[in-house]
């Protein structure tokens, strides 16, 4: 099963398929949002599905129902991003409010992050994989990487590279390394992954960047 996020202001849960000419089929479409859908994430454990949307809002769906669990209310302005915690107890969101924001999974806000925090748009929150590593990363239209200590929420330092916006942060399954991908104002883009190197320029903008885990690779476009 994979999830869709879209402008017609649905979730789609589509299932699979080996046919080669349809290779998935529309199974659930959870409604709700009043605006875009901007990201979907799944729960480690298969049975979550958080949301947030220009509307503003997140939500949390039971993928068994369909139905909404929880609605997460708190950000002034769009909401870009969201992603769980490698324990699927706490969730963090980024917003075109220019704020981080902390929540449990009852829709409480615990913490927002607003000093030292980014001066545009947080386009891209992630938390690490690695619980032994607990932080949070995040990236925004100021063309700045940040990592967030999960703990007190407090800055620990500034990734700074990139020459344009960003539009997207992975971490690493270690948490030790992150990869970050924008947009070069000029006639490139690259995806770049901090403590290491740079690769090969993209001829256009990054918009999403993913860890794979096998082949120890990082894959953008």
Known sequence: MI??????????????????TNY???????????????DVVISSDGQFV?????????RL????????TRRFVGHTK?????????DNRQIVSGSRDKTIKLWNTLGVC??????????EWV??????P???????????WDKLVKVWNLANCKLKTNHIGHTGYLNTVTVSPDGSLCASGGKVFGDKASPTQWKTASWKEHLASVSNVKWQTLAKMVLGG
């Open 78 to 86: 769009d909401v870009l991003s969201v992603a769980f915690s490698s």
């Open 123 to 128: 386009s891209c929150v992630r938390f690490s």
């Open 24 to 38: 998935g089929i529309p199974q659930r479409a959870l409604r709700g949002h009043s605006h875009f859908v901007s």
């Open 110 to 119: 615990k913490y927002t992050v607003q000093d030292e925090s980014h001066s």
């Open 61 to 68: 769906w039971d993928l068994t129902t369909g139905t909404t």
């Open 3 to 20: 999830l869709s996020a879209s402008r017609d202001k649905t979730i789609i849960m589509w299932k699979l398929t080996r046919d080669e």
């Open 130 to 140: 690695n619980s032994s590593n607990p932080i949070i990363v995040s990236c925004g």
């Open 50 to 58: 958080l949301s947030g949307s220009w509307d503003g809002t997140l």
